[in-house]
């Protein structure tokens, strides 16, 4: 029983409080919130690179801070985390 009590508590810690999200979320810088929306949309990065006149590797520095700063692991959890966060509509259409 002890042990089950520990883990739950161990993974409660790792979630970050959704205040601290909402702060993180919004300190998001106006290109990161663009590239976002693109993502949410399904663009590629090459694609996202090409229509902001940007890098690939640019693109993925982004996405990579998104993601750190939203403390998410993958594109799935990032977007489920911006509409939480309602950083992207809820109807966006995925081309």
Known sequence: MAKAK??????????????SKNHEAQALTARQKEILRLVAQ???????????????????????????????????QLLRQALALRLIPKGIVIK
């Open 6 to 19: 520990a883990k739950t508590t161990k993974r409660e810690t790792k979630k970050a409080p959704v205040s």
């Open 42 to 76: 399904g663009y590629t990065n090459r694609e996202i690179g090409e229509q902001l006149n940007i890098s690939v590797r640019t693109v993925e520095v982004h996405r990579f801070n998104l993601m750190r700063r939203l403390r998410v692991r993958n594109v799935a």
